[in-house]
């Protein structure tokens, strides 16, 4: 930024002198790694040979230079998670380097955390299909064929059952869980055994869809108009702003107050960029304008131009002794600061010797309004 500083003296006639200011701003680790997804998903087939690519993952950061320069790395995890793969610490590529076997794994969760060149951090998953949510274990006290169990749950839900070690099944997810579609399911199990007649009995699990970061603010208006009278007092009010969040706990409501008093003369209207970030990680946001117009107040009288007033109120005009009637005498012109009808001006003269003399002729009722008389 460039600033012109400029000293006035006190003298007659005034002297001032001015230098220029440079300011450069320098840059702080004041932003942290964003990932381009909260939750990265993958299909991988089993008996994937080693070094096939699994995702790239990628994150930004706002800052510059080393404060700004990422590295990748997973984070905290199990050793088999982390042992059957790895992640180019530049690139974010995440390759296979270990057995991919689904009889043995059918999912995998690794936590991968992007940090800049002095330390901040962001995370992010990477989630295969097929994801487990639950255990189900199932016993049948009769013996042979009686003792046989199937379980089954209700069609049309993201879910499916899969056998695991005997009397056991595995709740495992079908499709991609939005929360701010469906936040909780009812997931009736039913069991039935091989006897004749067969016998069954169902078991209702609630399931509750966790919440991620995955939504950004949105503002209720693409752009926001707001209306100050000028002379304000600080600290008055101008607008509100509001911006929604879908996700859980995350709407907002922003007052905006005037700092300063404004003044019409100085800038009739100004924009104010607002930016709602959520408090998520990594957080999102999104940004909207505020468009301020000053209205105008009657703070400025008329000031009078010509003729140009030194030191008193009189002024002297020679009129031909032969002049007639409707004969020019003077002319006075004025201005106003102010705008609209507080700029119009009209004149009269409010004392003379003899009135039946004179009269004015206004020309036109606008800022640069001249008199006649």
């Known amino acids: ?44 087939p089993e008996n994937s040979p080693s070094d096939t690519i699994v995702i790239n993952v990628s994150a930004t950061d706002a800052d510059e230079g080393v404060n700004g320069d990422l590295t ?50 962001s995370y992010a998953k990477n989630v295969s299909p097929g994801a487990e949510v639950g255990i189900i274990n199932v016993q ?36 991609q869980l939005d929360r701010e579609l469906v936040s909780d399911y009812n997931i009736t199990i039913t069991a039935t055994d091989e006897g004749s007649p067969p016998l069954s009995s169902f078991k209702t699990v609630q399931l509750s869809v966790a919440d991620i970061n995955d939504n950004p603010p949105v503002f209720e208006e693409q752009s926001y108009s707001a209306y100050v009278t000028e002379n304000n007092k600080p600290g008055s009010t101008l607008c509100s702003v509001t911006a929604r969040d879908p996700d859980w706990r995350q709407n907002d409501t922003g007052v905006i107050h005037a700092v300063r008093t404004f003044d019409y003369e100085q800038f009739m209207s100004f924009k104010v960029h607002v930016m709602a970030r959520d408090n998520g990680s990594p957080p999102l946001s999104s940004n909207v304008t505020v468009s301020v117009f000053i209205s105008d107040v009657n703070d400025n009288s008329p000031q009078i131009l010509y003729p140009a007033p030194e030191g008193n109120s009189f002024m002297t005009e020679l009129v031909p002794k032969a002049a007639h009637g409707g004969s020019l005498v003077s002319k006075v012109i004025a201005v106003d600061a102010d705008s609209g009808q507080n700029a119009w001006l009209s004149y009269h003269i409010v004392k003379s010797t003899d009135p039946d003399f004179y009269y004015w002729s206004p020309q036109r009722r606008d800022q640069d309004t001249a008199g006649h008389f």
């Open 1 to 44: 930024m460039n600033l012109l500083l400029t000293a006035l003296d006190g003298g007659s006639p005034q002297r001032s002198g001015t230098v220029v200011i440079h300011v450069t701003v320098l840059d702080a680790n004041d932003n942290a790694p964003v990932f381009s997804q909260a939750v990265y998903k993958a299909s991988l």
């Open 72 to 121: 990748y790395n997973f984070g905290h995890g199990s050793d088999d998670d982390i042992n059957a793969f790895s992640i180019d610490p530049k690139s974010g590529e995440v390759k296979v380097t270990g057995v991919i076997d689904f009889e043995e794994r059918s999912s995998f969760e690794i936590s991968i955390k992007a940090k800049d060149g002095l330390g901040l951090t």
């Open 140 to 175: 049948d006290r009769d013996s042979e064929n009686n003792r046989q169990v199937r379980c089954s749950i209700q069609q049309n839900i993201p879910f499916k059952l899969v056998p695991s070690i005997k009397n056991y099944y595995s709740l495992v997810t079908t499709g």
